[in-house]
């Protein structure tokens, strides 16, 4: 079964930084936009950042200015830096291949 492996969670005081990676198979990566999106305690998951395989990139206005997302095509592993984090964007980060292959998530806890 593909998988994408996601890393990079934590516990962070608020106002500080993580960086979240997804590594994914060669075909996967090189085939398709690889995104992250979140799912907040009860809520349902939301996008939070897109990247192309060409490198163009979109974010939800919530993110924007405060988070990056980058790949790296020749380790097939794409990335989100996350500055300036506040206790709202506590939640499950999830990586996507095209919105077909999710990864199992990872656990991002900010503290006020």
């Known amino acids: 079964q593909v998988q994408l492996v996601e890393s990079g969670g934590g516990l962070v005081q608020a106002g500080g930084s993580l960086r979240l990676s997804c590594a994914a198979p060669?075909?996967?990566?090189?085939?398709?936009?690889m995104a992250w999106y979140r799912q907040l305690p009860g809520k349902q998951r939301e996008f939070v950042a897109i990247?192309?395989?060409?490198?163009?990139?979109n974010y939800a206005d919530f993110v924007r200015g405060r988070f990056t997302i980058s790949r790296d095509n020749a380790k097939n592993t794409v990335f989100l830096n996350m500055n300036s984090l506040k206790p709202e964007d506590t939640a499950v980060y999830y990586c996507?291949?095209?919105?077909?292959?999710w990864g199992q998530g990872t656990q991002v806890t900010v503290s006020s």
């Open positions: 060669g075909r996967i990566f090189r085939n398709h936009a």
């Open positions: 990247i192309t395989s060409g490198g163009n990139t």
């Open positions: 996507t291949a095209g919105g077909i292959t």
